[in-house]
């Protein structure tokens, strides 16, 4: 139910972001002006009210995407095991943690594009966001595949372990009595 709730947000507050941009689009609220210069492309502009609507927005959905991004990691099923592995522990969470910080100065980011004339904000963290996600995946996948891969029965034990046993507490098998039958 959580999840779906936090999913629902995001996609309302997403769309709400792509439809409100391209009403600003269709309604003329871009100022095209011409640069001096060699410059290539005019330069594009917003009005100052769909440019602070928008750096809102923008900065709500940075903050969405921070706030549910750490605990699917531990509600997920990993190679061997339901919840967080090796791989969890060691190379995503630190990748997580690093992506909430990046979201978060997004999100700052954002609404300091929204409230100055300053362009690069926005452009800059939508960047930050995707090479730390892209980077972090790529270092993930490679601990799996060198580190753990190789040894995965002595690097997964204690989560394995761990896992019995929680497994044990949830069905009260740990009270049960273990006797030799003869």
């Known amino acids: 139910v959580w999840q779906a ?7 309302a507050s997403l769309l709400a ?8 689009v269709l309604s003329g609220s871009f100022v095209i002006e011409q640069q001096r210069g060699a410059a290539f492309w005019p330069r594009i502009r917003l009005v100052t009210s ?3 609507h928008l750096g809102l ?3 709500f959905v940075f903050g969405l995407l921070a ?9 997920t099923p990993a190679n061997i095991i339901f919840g967080a592995s090796y791989v969890d522990v060691y190379a995503r969470l630190p990748i997580l943690w690093l992506t909430v910080g990046v979201l978060a100065l997004g999100a700052a980011m954002a609404l300091v594009y929204g409230f100055t004339r300053r362009t690069w904000p926005l452009p800059l963290a939508i960047a930050l966001y995707v090479l730390v996600s892209l ?14 891969l190789p040894d995965e029965l002595n690097r997964e034990q204690r989560y394995i372990v761990n ?8 069905y009260s098998l740990h009270n049960v009595e273990e006797r030799e039958v003869s």
């Open 50 to 52: 769909a440019r602070r």
């Open 163 to 170: 896992n019995i046993d929680a497994t044990r507490r949830a």
């Open 5 to 11: 709730i936090q999913q629902q947000a995001f996609v």
């Open 17 to 24: 972001l792509i439809g409100c941009g391209l009403y600003y």
């Open 67 to 75: 706030w549910f991004n750490i605990p699917g990691t531990l509600l």
């Open 135 to 148: 980077g972090g995946g790529i270092y993930s996948a490679s601990v799996q595949r060198l580190i753990v």
């Open 57 to 59: 927005l923008a900065a």
